[in-house]
């Protein structure tokens, strides 16, 4: 297996950075389909399009529409609903 590195100077561009990197991976297998990524409600990730519309702090996406689709959010400590929302379609899991 090879290792690979990415340094990121700060959270807000790994974040944007991990997002990317998921959806090009499952695009390159010829998954595009497999590209949703599930995240917990209340959530912080940022500040950008793509990490306010992954996060689910509604104060933080309030103004902001429309965001980015494929998150889906589940509730903080629910491993049902987790195992539940997980599908074909998920690519990962924040």
């Known amino acids: 297996m090879q290792t690979k590195f990415f340094f990121c100077s700060g ?5 944007e950075a991990a997002i990317k990197f998921i959806r090009h991976y499952f695009y390159s ?9 599930i995240t ?5 990730h940022g500040r950008s399009i793509a990490a306010i519309s992954a996060g689910g702090n509604k104060k933080s996406r309030e103004g902001f529409a429309p965001l980015l689709s494929g998150f889906d959010k589940v509730p903080r400590n629910d491993v049902r609903t987790l ?12």
Do not use: D, H
């Open 11 to 15: 959270g807000l561009e790994a974040t």
């Open 29 to 37: 297998k010829g998954q595009e389909k497999r590209n949703r990524i």
């Open 40 to 44: 917990i409600e209340g959530g912080f």
């Open 83 to 94: 195992e539940e929302k997980i599908s074909n379609e998920t690519a990962a899991v924040f």
